[in-house]
């Protein structure tokens, strides 16, 4: 255990300085490689500019979908051929609604990872360089690659009488990482200028994102970091798996894991065979990492089927812990006060959240986004929803997230994507499920339902006390208006008129805040607040006629 704990501080000193000198040190591309990747790109641009207006300008309406189709797959064929930056690019912006029209976003989604694995002498180098000859540091090792990704490739392996599998770097990788990006970030401020002026927030921050998550993907320290902990966060599950990480068989460019294998969580005639309840599997994969997501601060983010694998017996088995999202304790407070709106139905206070995080500007049409959310919470809870009044709704939606993208954090572009993949995979299998009970009986079974509640009491006071300073700061005002007004004659009036006023808004403001918590008692606020209000005005008409 002592080793265990002394190799990982190891680990985290080694990731810190090697990551501060990240794709520095290299030689930038040639002016050849420039030009090459710039024709290659520039046809794709082109098209996206054409496409992007049209899709703008007739708000997703009447389009030529099939042109737009041919189109994105014209995209994801130069992504593969310009090599591993690309693909994951191409793989990023699968998930950005805000940047590309819908029809590029369903063509990039199924963008695969697999590329031919480099030749075994090369990659052998990189293990012996950083581990030592391979014969001394495995019982055996198959030469064969079992898979081959952008970044690494994929081998089997004996180690201490056990089977393991070993990730390999492929060859030269940060090098070519380094020239791409250098590329991108002189190309992109031009591209996006072009195709949309727009775009230029979104773009900038997307590719900041993307690159300090290739850095982190490429160093596979990183990712056994990443699984130590989410492994450690969840190790009280009894239905989710995580391979063991052998740390003194791991290196910057070399990551060994235990073997477990298992069969694709889309492979529906396998789980089918072993007679696997595929509806309850879909609710036990969005209820694990929803709870990595609102439970703890580190979730993966890279849920595709080939991350995600059920053994004989149902229990799910995660892989590849390259790419994770950290949310910081008060975003992390804020998902859920979002997810409790839902809950709730809520569109309103699901507004309000979603601008707090940056998602939505303040400025944006709440009207649009709080009906989507009122169909969305509609159809999330199994309720039928008017097919031309949700077509509706999107058109004008399309229209606003077009011409007014956002600036989205990495925290939760990762988090979007995550969301989306998870989609994917419930999609495929086809089964009903009914993600809002899901999730608010795992909100109630962690014990976050009562800490969101009382964040969102916490945010109703302090918008009451704003409220109430901008209320006394006024109070000299309307004083004067009515001492103006009634200087003579409705003197002893105002007098009882403005405490009375003051006593029943605040009634109202505070049942008002403690609706959805304690209902009887907001009514019975609204009673009293309905009956000072009529004996105010009975009084007014009394005093009234007496000065008459």
Known sequence: MLKEESNQDML?????????GFLTGYKRP???AIISTIFKLIPLIIRLRRDRREWVRKEGRNINEEKFRKHAQKALTTFISLGPSYIKLGQWLSSRSDILPQPYLDV???LQDNVPPAPFEQVCLIIEKELGHISHIFDSFNSDAISGASLGQVYLARYQAKNVVVKVSRPNIEEQI??????LKKLLPIATRFIDPNLGFSAEAMLSQFTETVREEMDYRTEAHNLI???KNLKGDPGVIIPQVYLERTSRHVLTLEYIPGI???DTEALNKLNIDRARLVVRVHRLFFKMLLRHNLFHADP???NIAVSDNGTIILYDFGMVGRLDNDTRKKLIRLYLGLIDKDPVRTTDVLIELGTLEPSVNRRIVERGLELSIQSLYGKKVDRMEVKALQELANKTMSRFPFRLP???ALYMRMASILEGIYKHHNVKFEFVRVLANLLEEEGVLREAYMEEIKKSISKFIKNLETTIELGPVIKEYFESKQRNKDRKHSAYLMPSSIIASSILVASSIIYPYQDLAAYSGFMIYGAIIAGSFVYNKIQANKFQ
């Open 410 to 412: 990495k925290s939760l």
């Open 178 to 183: 380094a020239k791409d990006i250098y590329v």
């Open 264 to 266: 694709k969580i889309t």
């Open 108 to 110: 990039l989604a199924k």
């Open 304 to 306: 595709h089927p080939g």
């Open 229 to 231: 902990e989410i492994k």
């Open 12 to 20: 985290n000193e080694a990731i810190q300085v090697e990551s501060d």
């Open 30 to 32: 040639s002016k050849i």
